[in-house]
Nanobody, 123 residues
Framework: QVQLVERGGGSVQAGGSLRLSCTGS??????KGWFRQAPGKEREGVAV???????TYAESVKGRFTISQDNAKNTLYLQMNSLAPEDTAMYYC???????????????????RGQGTQVTVSS
């Protein structure tokens, strides 16, 4: 069983930055990622780092968001820069026992997820 807890959400003005973190167990054995869901919209995979250490991003965040991990601390991060109002959503950390993850579209269907943390970007 993988338990995940997100931290770091909040409110920021457009152009600002936030860093989300996600702590869990067994991080070296799993692929991990972030997805988000805005009101009235479907879940959207944002970024993933798989067990090979390969990172993949949604086109909408590429160049602005960075996913990273600290396995010694069992922590996953999402550094979000140049935030825009369209980034407003509930952000979830997710994990699954997969070796390779080729697309962020897979992340919302991972077996484990946290409770989410709200990110609000005002214009």
């Amino acid at each position: 069983q993988v338990q995940l807890v997100e931290r770091g959400g909040g409110s920021v003005q457009a152009g600002g930055s936030l860093r989300l973190s996600c702590t869990g167990s067994g991080f070296t054995l799993i692929s991990k990622g972030w997805f988000r869901q805005a009101p009235g919209k479907e879940r959207e995979g944002v970024a993933v780092i798989d067990r090979r250490g390969i990172t993949t991003y949604a086109e909408s965040v590429k160049g602005r968001f960075t996913i990273s991990q600290d396995n010694a601390k069992n922590t996953l991060y999402l550094q979000m820069n140049s935030l825009a109002p369209e980034d407003t959503a509930m952000y979830y950390c997710a994990a699954d026992y997969l070796w390779a993850v080729e697309t962020v579209d897979r992340v919302p269907r991972f077996d484990y997820r946290g409770q989410g943390t709200q990110v609000t970007v005002s214009s």
